[in-house]
Antibody
Framework: EVKLVESGGGVVRPGGSLRLSCAAS????????MTWVRQAPGKGLEWVSG????????VYADSVKGRFTISRNNAKNSLYLQMNSLRAEDTAFYHCARGKLELPNAFDIWGQGTMVTVSS | DIQMTQSPSSLSASVGDRVTITCRAS??????LNWYQQKQGKAPKLLIYAVSSLQSGVPSRFSGSGSGTDFTLTISSLQPEDFATYYC?????????FGQGTKVEIK
């Protein structure tokens, strides 16, 4: 079964840090670009960051640029999001998603998400 | 950034109805337009990519059309399992922006 499972969410104070992980299984992880998308409670989807198959190319939304870092470890079939200088507006469910092989920025497999709450 | 605007924001429809959702981009995105379905408490699901290509396993009652800046998702005959929120997304340029969503509710 093709699967993505996120972990690492929790409650953190403003200015704090968290590292999210996304464990992939059921497919050849290093064939695919990967993405993080977040969703604040009751709100819509917001694209956060993307990384290509080998980790050489990364992109970010302006709202997180300079604070978040996306990375991957293909040997461990894992994707990461290091989040620093967290703000209240970063509170959201964070989903990892796989890009389609033929269209890397169409996301065909999603994890259920991990909740990040930034609150004092 | 490219802004994606969906209309309507919500709609009420009955089982069997034909439903159309529109998505407009603030500038041309060629054919780099995707549609997702999200049910309450679940992860989004890719329905259509590149304007009109049906993702594997998605029923044929879903279809997409458009080009440039104006796009449409059509459900030809609404089924009970289709009540959900639908999002368009442009994959033309970074950031890969989503529309604000269209909630399809039971009439």
């Amino acid at each position: 079964e093709v699967k993505l499972v996120e972990s690492g969410g929790g409650v953190v104070r403003p200015g704090g840090s968290l590292r999210l992980s996304c464990a992939a299984s059921g497919f050849t992880f290093d064939d695919y670009g990967m993405t993080w998308v977040r969703q604040a409670p009751g709100k819509g989807l917001e694209w956060v960051s993307g990384i290509n198959w080998n980790g050489v190319s990364t992109v970010y939304a302006d709202s997180v640029k300079g604070r978040f870092t996306i990375s991957r470890n293909n040997a461990k079939n894992s994707l990461y999001l290091q989040m620093n200088s967290l703000r209240a507006e970063d509170t959201a469910f964070y989903h990892c998603a796989r890009g389609k092989l033929e269209l890397p920025n169409a996301f065909d497999i999603w994890g259920q998400g991990t909740m990040v709450t930034v609150s004092s | 950034d490219i802004q994606m605007t969906q209309s309507p924001s919500s709609l009420s429809a009955s089982v069997g109805d034909r439903v159309t959702i529109t998505c407009r981009a603030s500038q041309s995105i060629s054919s780099y337009l995707n549609w997702y379905q999200q049910k309450q408490g679940k992860a989004p699901k890719l329905l259509i990519y590149a304007v009109s290509s049906l993702q594997s396993g998605v029923p044929s009652r879903f279809s997409g059309s458009g080009s440039g800046t104006d796009f449409t998702l059509t459900i030809s005959s609404l089924q009970p399992e289709d009540f959900a929120t639908y999002y368009c997304q442009q994959s033309y340029t970074t950031p890969k922006t989503f529309g604000q969503g269209t909630k399809v509710e039971i009439k």
